[in-house]
C-alpha cells in the first residue's frame, strides 16, 4: 500500500468523491461521563465546496444531547466491496437553518420525522472536518484480489491501493 496524503482542493475533493459513493457512515459523538462515544449510521444530505458534510437528524437523539456539551465529532465511513475507507474527525455545528431543511427534505427524511417538514424536532447539523484519513484501492475488487494472491505466491510486495492524510 502506497500512502498518498492530499491537500486543499484535492482533500476536499477526495472527501466529497468518497462519501457521496459511500454515503452512509457511523456518527460517533461523545456521551458526558462516558469513556466510550455514541455511535449511529447516519446519511449524508450534502458534501458542500469547503468539504463540510451536511445532515439532518432530530433534537430528541442522543447524538443532539452529545454535541449540546461536545461539539467533536467523528464520521466513519466503509465500502467493504470496493475496499475504500475514510476517518474523519471535525467540529459539529446544529442550526434550524429553514432553507437547508426544505433543499434537504426527501422521502427517506420524511419517514423519520412523524410530522413532516414542519415538525419541531428537526435540526440541521454541518461537520467541519478538522482531519481525515482515507484508504482505498487503485483499481477494482478483482484486480485488488489478484495482486493480494499473487503477494501471497510470490512473496513480493505489490501495491494494492493507498492511504493517506487529507489536510483540509
Not at 477526495?14 to 461523545?30: L, Y
Request: include cysteine; charge should be negative.
Amino acid at each position: 500500500m502506497s500512502t498518498e496524503n492530499l491537500h486543499d482542493r484535492e482533500a476536499i475533493d477526495k472527501i466529497k468523491e468518497m462519501v457521496n459513493k459511500i454515503d452512509i457512515g457511523m456518527m460517533c459523538s461523545f456521551t458526558p461521563g462516558s469513556d466510550y462515544p455514541h455511535a449511529v449510521p447516519m446519511s449524508r444530505q450534502e458534501v458542500d465546496e469547503e468539504g463540510n458534510i451536511w445532515f439532518l437528524f432530530s433534537s430528541e437523539s442522543e447524538t443532539h444531547h452529545n454535541l449540546q456539551s461536545n461539539s467533536k465529532v467523528s464520521l466513519l465511513y466503509a465500502h467493504v466491496g470496493d475496499y475504500n475507507f475514510l476517518s474523519i474527525n471535525g467540529t459539529g455545528e446544529i442550526s434550524l437553518d429553514r432553507e437547508r431543511i426544505d433543499k434537504y427534505w426527501n422521502k427517506m427524511i420524511e419517514a423519520w420525522f412523524e410530522k413532516g417538514k414542519e415538525d419541531p424536532h428537526i435540526r440541521v447539523l454541518k461537520v467541519t472536518p478538522g482531519e481525515a484519513h482515507y484508504w482505498d484501492n487503485k483499481s477494482n475488487k478483482l484486480v485488488t484480489l489478484l495482486k493480494v494472491a499473487a503477494s501471497a505466491i510470490s512473496g513480493q510486495q505489490m501495491d494494492i491501493g493507498r492511504d493517506g492524510k487529507l489536510n483540509l
